[in-house]
């Protein structure tokens, strides 16, 4: 079989393995929420992955962009009649947007100095929604269900006697944003783009010496993963019901990156098992209380010293399949 | 034969040094040009300034007829010259057709549309890719077509100086600039990998060529005409034996006054 066959099997097999799941544990409102988390997670380190991985952008403040996305859903199915599906889409132009603001100041520093821009962002965007009485300051603000057409996301699901939470739904959409997501982000690694994001990432002076728009290909990386990042967002905000600027702190930018770290860098194959060690572990050893983060921290330490390029390495690119 | 690249008084300052100081020089149509001198004195900086690495403090340069002084280092890419570096500066993570297609980045299509949609269109261009890839390679070194999708980081420094050689040829540029090939190799690969540079410029097509180098043997025996700079000043030109009996070239070279 191919390396692409083989891959397409492997996708497949992670979908229905999720939806198995999903569909075991469809009383379980907890645990299907916990589903819906991970893969909502994925498609946000799917956009990091673009920026870090590819682009070598460094973006602290991957939370900020999934906060945009989360108060941009918000301010519109509150305010407007705009259809939901849709209001994902528009959080992720606005986390687009909101990346604008930082194209400058990313494009010209590097490094540490790059990571202080967006870490500096992040917290201007957390003051900004806390004095922001419109947007609910820091008590946040509520958001009405989900609904795509007839499809009404807050109802539990009765099928004949098929009966399951109404999270399920949830998990619906985000494997489906999660699939084309993967899809995405695979396609552009195999592409000229990502030969062209490589590139700029290891070497700006040789690959500028043979063409390439240093500047253009880091914002495209950038917008693109802030996209992600946002649509992901905005599903959450609506999941949840409620956002406030509390869920979109420094910290939770750095469980984004750990995640990417954990996985792998620059492979997208590594992200839904490193998003369900980081989000599902936590929760699961809640017996021996703040003990956890403890342990938790240890595992990642352990394996970050015994496995530096995380548990699922970055194969090499195979353009047209070899 | 008229002149591909024509210099005039290209100087760069950085601070309170001169680091190339009021260079005139010609490259004529289908040669290959020795640049030799001292270490510091101007060489590297006269390839970064003409490729837009750093700008020129002033003075002008033309490539046939387009003035280029001062271009970013994509728009000189895009006018048709390519270079090499001093230090190897191949992408070691990537597969060597990987580093081999970022020269060859202007006849490939970079659309977001055109890669993520297009994906039939996108593998016909791939599949272009790497025949040109295995084309080039063929004719430079053979052994090298089969391991394409090898990582460069995984090849001897003589086959990275060879994709890197293949990298700028690949683009198929009027004028090829090349920053001390042997450095790091032995005599012997040296001489290799020179045989297969003249080897592949003979079946190309009369390639120009301005080649960096401190092993003179080699600039005795691929160049045409010799440069030597000293100090960021040209103090002599002409055919390698000629240049070699200079005084003023003995005296940067070798201290004897």
């Known amino acids: 079989m191919t390396r692409e066959g083989r891959e397409r099997l492997a996708q497949a097999l992670a979908i229905v393995f999720v939806a198995g799941l999903s569909l075991a544990l469809r009383e379980d409102d907890f645990a299907l929420f916990l589903v819906a988390r991970v893969l909502i997670v994925v498609i946000a380190c799917l956009g990091l992955n673009v920026q870090f991985g590819y682009a070598g952008v460094v973006n602290f403040a991957g939370a900020t962009f999934f ?92 099928l004949g006697r098929f009966e399951a939470s109404f999270l399920l739904n949830y998990v619906i959409l985000a494997l489906f944003l999660a699939a084309l997501a993967f899809a995405l982000v695979v396609r552009v690694d195999r592409s000229w783009i990502g030969v062209q994001l490589d590139a700029v990432r290891l070497d700006e002076t040789s690959a500028a010496a043979f063409g390439i728009p240093i500047a253009r290909a880091k914002i495209t990386a950038f917008t693109l993963g802030n996209f992600l990042a946002g649509v992901a967002g905005a599903l959450s905000a609506h999941m949840v019901g409620f956002i406030a600027p509390n869920n979109y702190s420094f910290g939770e930018s750095l469980i984004l990156v750990s995640i990417l770290l954990l996985g792998g860098i620059g492979n997208p194959w590594g992200l839904p098992l490193a998003a369900a060690i980081v989000i599902v572990l936590p929760e699961q050893l809640q017996v021996i209380q703040e003990y956890r983060y403890l342990l938790y921290a240890g595992l990642v330490i352990l394996i970050l010293l015994f496995r530096p390029n995380g548990l699922v390495p970055r194969p090499l690119r195979r353009l047209g399949g070899a | 034969m008229g002149a591909l690249l024509r210099c005039n008084g290209l100087t760069r300052k950085f601070g309170g040094v001169v680091a190339l100081d009021g260079l005139d020089l010609q490259v004529e149509e289908g040669e290959i040009l020795g640049l030799i001198g001292p270490n510091g004195s101007g060489k590297t900086t006269f390839f970064n300034v003409l490729t837009g690495v750093f700008p020129a403090t002033s003075g002008e340069a033309r490539f046939g007829e387009m003035p280029i002084t001062n271009f970013s280092p994509q728009a000189v890419y895009q006018a048709g010259i390519a270079r090499t570096f001093q230090r190897s500066r191949l992408c070691l993570p990537l597969s060597l057709f990987d580093n081999l297609m970022v020269g060859n980045h202007k006849n490939l299509d970079h659309g977001l549309w055109f890669n993520v949609v297009r994906r039939r269109a996108l593998k016909r261009q791939i599949e272009e890719g790497r025949k040109a890839a295995r084309e080039l390679l063929e004719l430079f070194d053979p052994p090298l077509a089969g391991r394409l999708f090898e990582p460069a980081s995984r090849v001897p420094m003589i086959d990275r100086r060879r994709i890197e050689i293949c990298r700028a040829l690949i683009g198929k540029p009027r004028l090829l600039l090349l920053d001390e090939p042997s450095a790091g190799m032995t005599r012997d690969e040296t001489r290799r990998l020179m045989d297969d540079l003249l080897e592949a410029r003979r079946r190309l097509g009369r390639l120009t060529i301005v080649l960096i180098e401190h092993e003179m043997s080699v600039i005795e025996r691929v160049t045409d005409r010799c440069v030597v700079l000293n100090y960021g000043k040209k103090i002599a030109e002409g055919a390698y034996r000629q240049v070699a009996e200079d005084p003023l070239v003995r005296q940067a070279y070798l201290g004897l006054s």
């Open chain 1, 67 to 158: 906060g945009v996305g989360g108060y941009m859903a918000a301010v519109l199915s509150r305010g407007t009649g705009v259809p939901h599906l849709f209001i994902l889409v528009a959080g992720g132009i606005a986390a687009a947007l909101a990346g604008c603001v930082l194209i400058l100041p990313v494009l010209r520093t590097r490094g540490h100095y790059a990571a202080l821009v967006t870490i500096a962002f992040a917290l201007l965007f957390r003051t900004f929604l806390e004095v922001n009485d419109s947007l609910g300051g820091p008590q946040g603000l509520k958001l009405p269900e989900l609904r795509i057409g007839p499809w009404r996301f807050n109802e539990p699901i009765a």
